[in-house]
């Protein structure tokens, strides 16, 4: 985690910073053994070890079996969405700006065998193919600071929620009914929402753009967002004093007027450019806000085009549309940085509140240090300018 050229009070600083952390979640726990295994867990999950499971965070711990750490996560009295209430709250503190967005998607756990909470063979875009796993559907909050998950729901397939037997077995509540994954999404967006997580967007993949509830839903809260269609989905389009239902396909051959050449933000290789049309479609109810439909089209000879639901202030510029169809992608970095750093898809449970607190540990690690790379950028912006920066926990 240190940076080449680090001091010694800079680690002294993220060492302080974990403390503090872990005092915000002490509450949570009834009992001081499960609380510093905890602090312990977390400190493996931020550790080199390769594998974060029960067997390697016991062993960085200094434990001699995996008990304890496999006891913190299946029986030990503690609630996981309070640590996830605390993990937003934290983010809100370091992080929150207004103009963050809510970005929506899902990853894939592979497993074997039959018995872990929600397991089917399913599509997982993360192994880009059908297999046997486990999906999560996640939340990011995406700001200028950094990036981070603020939120997880499991997805149980049908298969699960028509046997009462199966999800009992695997300690799912009792009552628990099938939920699409839009519907997850619905519920930690309102969540986050409610808890007063500063955000202007939410944006999300096709699964979510082409949802028939979602949208509706957010427009009634009043929520702005850019969401990505399937070409062959339809959308209202006006003409002539009557509106047209068409798709975003045909909007794009036939009512695109002009495209305008934009940065969708910068990758790996430098700014993503693209051509970007915008479409105005039938107005919403609310007055002072619109719908268009954005798409982008690739600049080689392909012309590849994706396609964007928007609903916004009608003020708003086409450059920020870009802009948050651009940040997107950001999810994807949060799930590689969690998986890759934080141990996010090494865990070994297979019960739902297993899950769910593995889950919770691994995003509050991960919080942990998109916090402290938002500290080491303003100490440097600090020391360009010659000032005295002091870190937000200690002011």
């Given at each position: 985690?240190?940076?080449a050229g680090s001091t010694v009070e800079a680690v002294t600083a993220w060492s302080m910073e974990l403390a503090q952390?872990?005092?915000?979640?002490?509450?949570?726990?009834?009992?001081?053994?499960?609380?510093?295994?905890a602090l312990a867990y977390l400190q493996g999950l931020?550790?080199?070890v390769e594998r974060k499971n029960g067997w390697?965070?016991?062993?960085?711990?200094?434990?001699?079996s995996p008990d304890g750490m496999q006891r913190l996560l299946n029986t030990a009295h503690w609630d996981a969405d309070a640590v996830r209430d605390d993990l937003v709250v934290y983010v809100r503190e370091h992080l929150g700006e207004p103009g963050a967005i809510l970005v929506i998607d899902e990853t894939g756990f592979l497993k074997k065998g039959t018995q872990s909470v929600g397991v089917q063979r399913q599509y997982s875009g993360t192994a880009g193919r059908r297999e046997n796993c486990q999906m999560g559907v996640f939340v990011a909050y995406s700001t200028t600071a950094?990036?981070?998950?603020?939120?997880?729901d499991l997805y149980l397939p049908a298969s699960w929620t028509d046997d009462p037997e199966r999800c009992r077995a695997a300690g799912v509540p009792e009552g628990t009914p099938f939920?699409?994954?839009?519907?997850?999404?619905?519920?930690?967006?309102a969540r986050l929402f409610a808890a007063g997580l500063p955000a202007s967007w939410v944006t999300g993949d096709e699964a979510y753009g082409g949802s028939a509830t979602l949208r509706p839903w957010l427009e009634a809260e009043g929520h702005a967002y850019v969401l990505a269609i399937a070409s062959n989905d339809g959308v209202d389009l006006p003409w002539r004093n009557a509106v047209?239902?068409?798709?975003?396909r045909e909007v794009a051959d036939h009512a695109v007027t002009a495209w305008q050449r934009l940065s969708a933000g910068n990758g790996a290789k430098g700014p993503r450019w693209y051509d970007w049309g915008l479409v105005t479609l039938a107005p919403p109810d609310r007055p002072g806000w619109k719908r268009w439909l954005l798409i982008r089209r690739s600049l080689d000879v392909s012309h590849e085009r994706a396609y964007y639901l928007v609903y916004a202030p009608q003020e708003t510029l086409c450059e920020t549309l870009v802009a948050v169809a651009g940040r997107r992608w950001t999810i994807e970095e949060s799930f590689e940085l969690a998986k890759g750093e934080v141990g996010l898809d090494h865990y070994e449970v297979?019960?739902?509140?297993g899950w769910y607190r593995h889950m919770t540990l691994a995003m509050l690690a991960l919080a942990y240090l998109a916090v402290i790379r938002a500290q080491q950028h303003a100490q440097q912006a600090s020391d360009a300018k010659g000032g005295t920066w002091i870190p937000t926990s200690y002011r």
């Open positions: 985690m240190a940076a952390l872990h005092r915000r979640i002490a509450p949570r726990f009834a009992r001081a053994e499960p609380r510093q295994r931020l550790s080199p390697q965070l016991a062993e960085e711990a200094g434990e001699v950094g990036h981070v998950l603020v939120d997880r939920a699409t994954k839009p519907v997850l999404a619905q519920q930690m967006v047209y239902h068409v798709s975003a297979r019960h739902w509140v």
